[in-house]
């Protein structure tokens, strides 16, 4: 599962530096009443770095995931990255500077069924460009088998939930994104392959130097990570940090 390193990708290596000022996320609770979901006065992460976000279920974690990534907008504070603020820009440039920035494990996958290993590990690719060059397809084939992935044909509908987090890390890893965000990336696995995708994981961010961000209840994975940081408070969640 570990040949060469990886060939070049898109995205050329080099992290930037991440932070977060001021943040607050509210939601409408089934009453209509506002509640917070997040509270984040500051927070910095260095280029390159490792971390692991921490806390029980339903506190928070995913959420800023989505917050970092631009999927959403914070209710109040601002989200930067190399300086400039994301959080504010309009829908379609957030879109453009995701899909150049961020490589994202989706805690459930979000394959196209139709499409074999391949075809899914390339998807990012074809946003960007009409076909995907040899270059391209050697990337994704590295991937696929340090991912653990013999068979690049088999459609995703066929895969186990094992096999389709493998495919769903190696598409978020395949433009050699600067920012790598992994929403419970070893949670579908068993604790033999959780380790190995882990280390994966962790290897291929060192390798292009991306900023790595876990969200997982994993301790081992999290015991991987350089820092920790804790989600999860009463009365609006706010964000503590120990060294890992």
Not at 27 to 37: A, I, N, Y
């Amino acid at each position: 599962m570990r040949p060469s390193a990886l060939p070049e990708g898109p995205g050329g290596p080099g992290g930037r530096a991440l932070h977060l000022s001021g943040v607050r996320l509210d939601h409408r609770g089934g009453d209509g009443q506002p509640f917070r979901v997040l509270d984040i006065p500051e927070l910095s992460i260095a280029a390159g770095e490792h971390i692991g976000l921490r806390g029980p279920s339903g506190s928070g974690k995913t959420s800023l995931l989505h917050l970092i990534a631009g999927l959403i907008a914070p209710s109040s504070g601002s989200v930067s990255w190399d300086g400039r603020i994301v959080s504010t820009l309009p829908v379609a440039a957030r879109d453009r500077w995701r899909r150049v920035t961020i490589g994202f494990v989706f805690q459930d996958f979000h394959l196209i069924p139709e499409l074999d290993v391949a075809a899914n590990i390339t998807l990012p690719a074809t946003f960007a460009a009409w076909s995907i060059g040899a270059a391209g397809h050697e990337r994704a084939a590295a991937l696929a088998r340090r991912m653990g992935l013999a068979d690049l044909r088999r459609r995703a509908s066929v895969l186990s939930r094992g096999e389709q987090q493998r495919v769903a890390i190696a598409r978020a890893l395949f433009n050699r994104p600067a920012l790598i965000l992994a929403d419970e990336p070893t949670a579908s696995l068993d604790a033999a392959h959780a380790q190995e995708v882990a280390a994966l994981l962790t290897e291929v961010a060192s390798e292009v130097d991306a900023t790595l961000i876990c969200a997982s209840h994993d301790a081992a994975l999290l015991a991987r990570m350089g820092r920790v940081i804790e989600i999860g408070a009463p009365a609006g969640t706010a964000s503590t940090e120990r060294a890992a």
